[in-house]
């Protein structure tokens, strides 16, 4: 487990099924995410299953022990490159607050030495200004944009909605510098 000030990160439980179902049954998520709004019983199994990764974190506000959103965190392979990637998605009705950037500073000043780690990554829409702002928030640097790389949406007619991605990325040295 993880502290900060209001904050709790610690691995999910099989319990955390309602609250992750209180946000991605949310269809707003699924602007810039993949997927589309999840039931209460998938919710349910989807907490599972994160229950049995090391990917994935829940974020928890520690005055209330209610989980707010959850953190992806995931090494690329290969492995001796030693990059992970990040990743975020917030309760709606928490963001705005500074949660996701506390969440993120806390893993990342944790997982840093914890697991050796030269460089983290992160990925996000160019017009999710919310995301991008967080990720410059917490220190890493726009590497990039990556031109019409990804989709996650189709047409009615079933032709894909290509989107930009932009690249953010923060070394080791850099971690020590900006996350204390």
Partial sequence: MISTDRLTIRP???????DLYE???????YRYEPG????LEQAV????????????FAVVLMNTGKMIGHLYFNQ???PSLRTWELGYIMNPAYQQKGYTTEAAVGLL???????????VVAFCNPENTASWKVLEKIGMRREGILKKNIFFMKRP?????????Y???????EAKEKLG
């Fill in 157 to 165: 007619d079933g032709a894909e909605l290509w989107t930009d991605t």
């Fill in 36 to 39: 589309e709004p999840i039931s």
């Fill in 45 to 56: 199994v989807l907490a599972g299953e994160r229950a049995n990764t090391n990917r994935f």
């Fill in 23 to 29: 946000y991605l049954s949310n269809p707003a998520i």
């Fill in 109 to 119: 000043k944790w997982a840093f030495p914890t697991h050796n780690i030269h460089r």
């Fill in 167 to 173: 690249e953010y990325a923060m070394l080791e040295e």
């Fill in 12 to 18: 999910f439980t099989k319990d955390d099924g309602r």
């Fill in 76 to 78: 690329i392979e290969p």
